[in-house]
Structures are given as structure tokens and as C-alpha cells.
RNA sequence: GGGAGAUUAGCUCAGCUGGUUCAGAGCAUCUGCCUUACAAGCAGAGGGUCACUGGUUCGAACCCAGUAUCUCCCA
């Protein structure tokens, strides 16, 4: 036999996909005679390698869009990459660093060349190792989020929002990056539960020398920037201080005590230090008693010359040095451990700090609205549905969208700002200019008269906008491309992203385009690692995509991710999975080869005929349970259905019944139906498994130009007259068949040894019916009926039946009575259990009618059993 | 602190409208086999008080209440 023992994707996996590209089966265009099928893939960050993450989803899409394109829809799968501001820009300005390159130092068209030249170099990385995967794009359409047309598209979203009112600028406590040097949104904020210290300061109070107000706080460097202290005004232990002044500690500037019941009075001492420009709270508290704001940080987070002291020290330096003085001073009254929680930057991990800055905002309510609702009514679905309530639960709560970062590498805000400091937005600098010139009555204001904000954009500003930009639905709202696509069908993301990217994206079709963007939105779980820790660089724990890929085949990776994936659950990565992915290929491989080593003989006659009834009323139910798999996105369930069928029904019990004994040829109509099956297995298979399931159609038989089971019609199930009885009946003889391996098992036979089998049976008629089948999986060379137990033999009970394998010289009476009469025992207690059932009045009034049937079923059945083994006991 | 979800075999999970397809699947385990498609395999077997305690019901893994533990989201 020519055919390797083992399957070796390496050899085919590159060449196939290359001949799907030469076929453009990937390629999608608007056709109004099928009906579209679309996904937007989550662009990966552009500096980004393939993890496991993108393995999982993108098998996943992959698996989806392939179904389609095989349902005969027009499959559309649109790849590309974000651009990842902050990602992005931190990576080049450590690439610059190393070589010397200060980015202080670089204009900022100096630096955005820097950054272009390196995404070129890097940027396509990820989207090449897609491919090793086998994911279906069409790669023609590969977008990038800075791209132009889609820059042009983020332009033209923000000058429309702008101009609905729905974008402002304002002076708002955000969450400042000092690593990064950014704001950064509510949403890119992790909380951390950390162990802090509060210290407890002495204020001492003006007029009253050696009499203070002992404050506590987590911040000691920031009370350079106190503006009050503010007391609870029922704290009864404070009453005398009530319209005091105090002086702040080492600075010695004097402070009023102000009173408001939003002080907690058991929580600290009861004394806050009122801090606006570095507390939110604060700073509400501020505006409400009209105090000034002190602000003593810098970008980078050291503090300042209003700071006075410390100045130029970082926030952590700064807080060590003042608490060495204040300790030294004896204003540090104590120090304690207490939980708190660390707001740090998801990007840069830096500690995030609170501060007052201008920057520019998205309102949302109008947006959130009706992005809730068409969730709510199921206008998108999730899945799982668990995920409807965290989303219900941000959507009513949501805060506007800080979209301004202070970085260079994205779209810059295209606000431009007059001498007069007022500004105006516009497309680009002609408008601009025709705009200010109206605003400012000044028709000789030029162009160098005006200065752009210097911020750029949220990278989710650009990201919210994918399922229409990626059509050109900004450039061109008519176009063909984007009627026939928008709206996608599904999504396939993580639910870390749901607020950030899915809500938005929701808010954004439904704004833009009067339409949901996606109706179906699955969420992936996370991939972890076998002690259920994330994946991550520094731990290690994480394999390589590309390895992976080349030791065990993309197919055997692909099933591997999706054997243990229910929608929503975290997948506990096991090498041990991607070994299953990979024995299934070579299961499948080995099927393909046993069929292909068989001679045909046109002369023999059609003796299968039951083992294909069987297969065929079997092959139909497995695939109404797959579509209806697919139909409510349970992915992991139709792959463990398909496995099954292919392992279990096919291999292991189909291929066994019809298969010749050894170089004996086969007939032409058993192979005939051989191979239609094992056709149709692979179009079922071909969505998780594309390379194998290819090279194996195109070995099975010569193809003709464009076929190929990648765009083969996916099967539809084909009823089987009598299926249901051609089951049961088969499952019937099956049981016959495991009676007597077992039996095998139990005596220690071989699996080929001869035996002969004998039976009391009430149903003659399954006997003679699927005599060859039980004869060749039991390896019987005589099945006989008969009226008497035969001496010395073993036996067992199925059904009503009683059957007995004849040994002579290998019985153990006392070992064979021991087994029957635990059998019957058992029986005894399910008929008595039935019984009870069925003599409670109240069970036989209240239940339905075919559950009542179905217990007198089990109760005549447990009867019959009961009594063949009564008489087995006593034939021993 | 507020909210959501979960708890079923050693592991990962199914289990629909309460009732024979109700205690399941895959993996793992154990036993025996190198039986000419496959040892990346074949045959067989064992394994669970459905977290706990009550309640509703003729009947509960499933419905209700409480308890415990875990996870996630938000503050």
C-alpha cells in the first residue's frame, strides 16, 4: 500500500490553501442571487503576533463562514488590523530608545515616519499567520484602521457628532497614564485589590498651637495640593473646629475646615483632606464649596513647582520623602495597613492618576439607548445569552467616552484652533479655514493663522466604525458592497471587548446606518492553561501558535481549540487536546485508506444491505442534531457530533460490517455507498478540518477543475423510510455484539477465536435478519436458536432474549451464578420501583398519558428480564 | 459594598417544557489485545448522595427559600 500509516499535514496544509487562493473561493462579491454571508474579523492589534486567543476565535469564524460558503451563501470573511494607539506608540518608542532616539526629541512627522516604517515591517505578521490556520478571508479586502479611507471615515464621524452636539470638550477628571503619557477611558482602567497604607497627618489648627486635626490618607504626597479639610458636620467629635482654619503639614499654608455630610464619619478620622485636582471625589466636593484647584503634577506624573516641595520628584519618590519629613516633623501620628483598590492602565499597567484635564468627550446617552434596546429584544442575539445582563447593566450606567489621547500614532482630532483660542471642526484645513473665517468675521485669517489640536483619537473611535468602514459605508453610503453586506451576520469576539468594541460598534450602525451592525454576537471564552491560569509571556505558559501548527497539522490545532470551547466558557488549554485534533485526522486518514485499498469484484452481490440502511438513517440524524448545533452556536457540540459519527458510527461500527476479510475484493455496490458516505462525511467535516478533508476528497476520485469539498454543497439531511426502526433494530444486534466481546473480555479470548453463539430469543426475526452483521463484529461463525440452554456455556441477557456462548471446559458455575444473581437482583429492584410508581393512585391520575405508557413498558420489559434469568439460574 | 452567573464522574462540560434518550458525553483511569486501515489504534470495564439544608409535587439534577464555596462585572 502506497498510502502513508499516518497522516502528515505538513505535506499538504500549504499547497491547498494556495489552490483556494488560485480559485479565489475566498473572494466575495455582492450578489444579489445568493444570499450574503458576512463577518468582520476583531482587527488584531497591528503589532501583534497570532496567541492562542486568535487561534480559538478565528477557528471559530472560520469554521462559521466555511459552513456558509458551503450553504451556497456569498461568504464574505473581511480581515485586517487596528492600528492600537497606545500599543503601538509605546512599542516604537522603546524600538527608538534602543537606538539612541529620544521621542522628545522628534517632531511629530519625524516620529509617524518612524512608526509607518515599522508597522510596514511588522504590521502584516499576524494576518500571514491566519493563513497557516486555514482561515477563509478574502484577502483583497484587508483593511487597516489608519488606512485613508478609513482616517477619512473617523473624520467624518467626528465632525458629524460634533455638529449633532454630540461631541464636546471639557475639563473632566479622567484616568491619567503617566507611563503612557495619555488619558485613557473609564473602560481601559483595571481595578486591583492591593494592600495600602493610610497615613494618619497632623493639621494643626490655626490660632490654637499644639492643638491639630489628625487626618488620614493613602496620598500623603498630595497634600501640597490640599484645598480644605472637610469634617462630617453631625461628627460630634468635631464640633469645636467647625469655621477653623488648619495649616497644611511641612507647608505650612492655611486651609479652611469646611462641613459636608458626604464625609464618612467612622471611616478614617473622620477628617478629609480635599484634594481637587487629584481626586474625583474631591473634586466634585470643590466645585460644590467653590474652592480653587491646585493641580501639582506633571504629565509624567513628578510633581511640579506648585507642588513647592518635592518638586521634580515622582508621586512614589515624592510620597517616601514626605513621609521620612513628616515622621521627622512628628506630624505622623500612625500608619496602617488597610484593602483598597489600584486603579492601573490595562495598557501600561502604570498606577492610574485621577486628574483634572481638558479633553474631548462622545456623549453616550443618546447613543447607549437604543444599542440597548436592540439587545434587549433580541434584534442581536448573544451567545451565550448570560452575557445580556452585564451588557444591560454598563448600557444603563454608561459614561460619556473620553476619546482624546495625547499620543501621535492614530487619527488627529481635526479641531483647529483660532488666536483667538476659540476653535472650529472641519474635514480637513480648507474648511477649517472657510469655517473660521466665518466664526471669527475675519476674511483674512490664513491657514497658518490656525493650529490643530495636537491629541489623536481613541483607537476604538476607528475600531466602533469596522463593520461599516470595511465596506467604505462613510466614503460611499450607496455602495453595493456595503448594501448587500451590512448588516454582518456574526461576531466572534471576547467578552473583555464587549463595552469597549461590540456596544459601540451597535451604537455606531445604529447611528450611521439606521441598522444593527451584526445579528448574532459569539463570545469566546478565555484561553487558559491546564492549572486554569491565563496565557501569558512572563509566566510561559503559553505555546506557539506556528509550533503547534507544524507538529500536529492546523486541522488537528483547529479541533483540538474546539473539542473543549462551550460558547462563553474559558477553555483550559491541554496539549493533550491537540493530540485528540490530531488522532481524529489521522482516524479520518486511516478510514480513507482502508477504503482505498479495496478490490472490486463486479460479480459479487450486494450483501451490505443492512449496515447501509443503517448508516444512512444514521448519517440523517447526525446531521438534523449538527445543524441544529450550529443553528444555536454551539460550536464544541458539532464537532463532538461530527466526531462521533466519523469515530464511532463509521470507523468503528460501519467500516467493520462491511469491510472484506483480508485482499478479499468487495462489490461494487457496497463500495459504491462506501465512498458516497465518506464524501458526504468530509463536506461535514471540511468547516472544522479544511486541509485534510480536501486532500482526501481529491485523492478519493479524479475532480474536475473547480471541485473542490471546500465550496462542495454542504449536505442536506436526507430522511431514511423506517429510520427510527432501522436504529433500534441495529442498536438490538449491537447489544448482541458487545454481549459476546464481552464475554470475549471476560475469558480472556482472543478477539478471532471462533465462537458459535445460541439463543432463546423473541424476536427470530432480528436474528436472521442481522445475522451477518452480529456474526462478523462478534466474530461468530454460528448464530443458532434454540430451545434448551446448551450445557457449559456462558450466557447473557438482552432485551427479552436470553444468549449463550458454548466453552467447553471454561466455566465457573459458582463465578457464572454469583454474576446472574446479581443481575436479577438489580432487575428485581428496577421492576419494584416501577411497580411503586405505577400502584400510586395519584401517579396513574395526574401523569400524562405516554409517560404512563412508557412505565408499563419498563415494567413488561423488566418482567421478561426478570424471567430469563430466573431460568438461566436455573439451567446452571 | 452592589449586581450577575456557577456548583453534575478524576478533568472539561451537556442535560430543552419536572416523568426511560435521567443520571450522560469527551478526555483521563483500569483490564486484555502489536486481530494486516489506524498502538496517534482495537475490545471491554469501573467511576457520581447532581455543593449543602429545607420546601412545593404523585414524582426534583431541573421549581422555590436559605446556607456554603467559586467566577465574573461594576463601585
Redesign the pocket.
Known amino acids: ?1 502506497s498510502i502513508a ?5 505538513a505535506d499538504v496544509e500549504a499547497k491547498w490553501y494556495q489552490r483556494w487562493q488560485e480559485q479565489g473561493f475566498f473572494k466575495a462579491k455582492a450578489n444579489p442571487r445568493k444570499q450574503p454571508y458576512s463577518v468582520v474579523i476583531p482587527p488584531p492589534n497591528v503589532t501583534g503576533v497570532l496567541h492562542m486567543g486568535h487561534m480559538l476565535n478565528n477557528t471559530i469564524q472560520d469554521v462559521l463562514v466555511r459552513r456558509a460558503r458551503m450553504q451556497g451563501k456569498e461568504a464574505c470573511w473581511v480581515p485586517g488590523t487596528d492600528h492600537a494607539s497606545i500599543a503601538t506608540e509605546a512599542k516604537v518608542v522603546a524600538l527608538l530608545k534602543e537606538k539612541g532616539i529620544d521621542k522628545k526629541d522628534l517632531t511629530r512627522e519625524e516620529f509617524l515616519k518612524h512608526a509607518w516604517e515599522w508597522k510596514e515591517k511588522y504590521g502584516g505578521i499576524i494576518l500571514e499567520q491566519l493563513k497557516k490556520l486555514g482561515a477563509s478571508c478574502d484577502w483583497d479586502r484587508t483593511r487597516f484602521t489608519m488606512e485613508p479611507e478609513l482616517t477619512e471615515a473617523v473624520l467624518r464621524v467626528f465632525v458629524d457628532l460634533h455638529q449633532k452636539g454630540l461631541i464636546y470638550r471639557g475639563i473632566r477628571m479622567v484616568n491619567w497614564d503617566p507611563q503612557g503619557g495619555t488619558a485613557v477611558s ?2 481601559e ?3 486591583k ?1 492591593t494592600m495600602a497604607k493610610m497615613y494618619h497627618l497632623r493639621y494643626e489648627v490655626v490660632g490654637q498651637a499644639g492643638q491639630f486635626l489628625t487626618v488620614a490618607t493613602s496620598r500623603p504626597e498630595t497634600i501640597m495640593a490640599d484645598v480644605a479639610v472637610a469634617l462630617n458636620p453631625n461628627d460630634p467629635r468635631y464640633t469645636h473646629l467647625h469655621g477653623a482654619k488648619v495649616r497644611i503639614p511641612l507647608l505650612g499654608r492655611e486651609i479652611p475646615v469646611i462641613l459636608d455630610e458626604y464625609v464618612s464619619i467612622d471611616f478614617g478620622t473622620g477628617a478629609l483632606k480635599v484634594t481637587p485636582a487629584h481626586d474625583l471625589n474631591d473634586y466634585e466636593l470643590g466645585l460644590k464649596h467653590n474652592l480653587p484647584v491646585i493641580d501639582i503634577l506633571n504629565n509624567d506624573g513628578s510633581l511640579n513647582e506648585k507642588a513647592e516641595l518635592y518638586v521634580g520628584q515622582d508621586r512614589f519618590a515624592a510620597r517616601r520623602n514626605i513621609v521620612k519629613d513628616l515622621e521627622a516633623a512628628g506630624l505622623l501620628d500612625k500608619v496602617e495597613e488597610y484593602a483598597s ?1 489600584l486603579q492601573t492602565s490595562e495598557r501600561t499597567g502604570a498606577v492610574i492618576e485621577p486628574r483634572l484635564s481638558l479633553q474631548w468627550f462622545l456623549k453616550m446617552e443618546h447613543l447607549a439607548k437604543p444599542a440597548l434596546e436592540v439587545v434587549e429584544n433580541d434584534e442581536i442575539k448573544l451567545h ?1 445569552p ?2 445580556k ?2 451588557y444591560r ?2 448600557m444603563e ?1 454608561v ?1 460619556d467616552w473620553c476619546i482624546s489621547r495625547q499620543l501621535w500614532w492614530g487619527q488627529r482630532i481635526p479641531a483647529y484652533y483660532l488666536p483667538d483660542g476659540s476653535f472650529v471642526v472641519a474635514l480637513n484645513e480648507e474648511e477649517a479655514l472657510k469655517l473660521a473665517r466665518e466664526k471669527s468675521g475675519n476674511a483674512n485669517l490664513q491657514a497658518t493663522d490656525l493650529r490643530q489640536d495636537e491629541d489623536v483619537l481613541d483607537t476604538w473611535f476607528s475600531s466602533w466604525l469596522w463593520p461599516i468602514s470595511v465596506f467604505d459605508g462613510f466614503k460611499d453610503p450607496d455602495n453595493a458592497d456595503v448594501n448587500y453586506f451590512y448588516p454582518t451576520n456574526d461576531l466572534v469576539t471576547a ?2 471587548i464587549l ?1 469597549f468594541w461590540v456596544a459601540r460598534m451597535i451604537m455606531a450602525g445604529l447611528e450611521f446606518r439606521k441598522q444593527v451592525p451584526f445579528r448574532n454576537v459569539y463570545l469566546t ?1 478565555i484561553v487558559r492553561d ?1 492549572q ?1 491560569r491565563k496565557m501569558s509571556k512572563s509566566l510561559g505558559n503559553s505555546p506557539d501558535p506556528l509550533d503547534l501548527i507544524a507538529t ?2 492546523a486541522d ?1 490545532v483547529r479541533t483540538g481549540m474546539l ?10 488549554y ?1 496539549v ?2 491537540v ?2 485534533g ?13 477504503t482505498q ?1 479495496w478490490e472490486v469484484d463486479a460479480t459479487l452481490p450486494f450483501v451490505n444491505a443492512k449496515a447501509v440502511e443503517w448508516f444512512s438513517a444514521k448519517l440523517h440524524v447526525a446531521q438534523l442534531e449538527l445543524d441544529e448545533h450550529f443553528e444555536k452556536f ?1 460550536m ?2 458539532a464537532l ?1 457530533t461530527v ?2 459519527l466519523v ?2 458510527d ?4 460501519y ?2 460490517m462491511v ?1 472484506p476479510a ?2 478479499a475484493p468487495i462489490d461494487p455496490e457496497t463500495l459504491r455507498h462506501t465512498t458516497s458516505f465518506l464524501e458526504t462525511l468530509l463536506k461535514l467535516m471540511h468547516p472544522f478540518m479544511p486541509f485534510i478533508t480536501e486532500e482526501i476528497w481529491h485523492e478519493l476520485a479524479e475532480r474536475g477543475p473547480k471541485d473542490y469539498v471546500c465550496v462542495a454543497a454542504w449536505p442536506k439531511p436526507a430522511p431514511v423510510t423506517g429510520g427510527a426502526d432501522l436504529l433500534a433494530r441495529m442498536d438490538k444486534a ?1 447489544e448482541i ?3 459476546v ?2 464475554i ?3 475469558k ?1 479470548l ?3 477465536k471462533p465462537l458459535t453463539l445460541a439463543t432463546k430469543t423473541d424476536d427470530a426475526a432480528l436474528l436472521h435478519d442481522y445475522d451477518g452483521v452480529i456474526r462478523k ?1 462478534a466474530a461468530l461463525t454460528e448464530i443458532s436458536v434454540v430451545e434448551a440452554a446448551p450445557a457449559a456455556s456462558v450466557s447473557f441477557v438482552t432485551g427479552g432474549s436470553e444468549f449463550f456462548v458454548p466453552l467447553e471446559g471454561q466455566i465457573d458455575l459458582v463465578a457464572e451464578k454469583a454474576r446472574l444473581e446479581k443481575e436479577l437482583e438489580y432487575a428485581i429492584g ?1 421492576r419494584d420501583s ?1 411497580l411503586k ?1 405505577l400502584s ?9 398519558p ?2 404512563l405508557e ?2 408499563r ?2 415494567l413488561a ?2 418482567e421478561a428480564k426478570i424471567a430469563t434469568l430466573q431460568q438461566s439460574l436455573n439451567n446452571l
Open positions: 500500500m500509516k499516518t497522516y502528515t499535514p473609564d473602560e482602567v483595571i481595578a485589590d483598590v451565550p448570560k452575557f445582563n452585564m447593566a454598563w450606567n459614561h467578552p473583555e463595552f471564552g491546564a486554569g500536529y497539522g488537528g473539542f473543549s470551547s462551550p460558547a462563553g466558557n474559558d477553555l483550559l491541554d493533550k487536546l493530540e485528540q490530531r488522532n481524529f485526522t489521522n482516524k479520518l486518514w486511516n478510514a480513507f485508506r482502508l485499498g454551539r464544541s457540540d463532538m466526531y462521533k469515530w464511532d463509521f470507523c468503528s461500527f467500516l467493520e469491510k483480508y485482499q449491537l455484539v458487545a454481549g466481546r464481552n470475549r473480555n471476560q480472556g482472543g478477539p478471532n463484529l428496577f416501577v410508581k400510586n393512585e395519584k401517579f396513574v391520575q395526574n401523569a400524562k405516554d409517560v412508557r412505565e413498558q419498563k420489559d423488566a
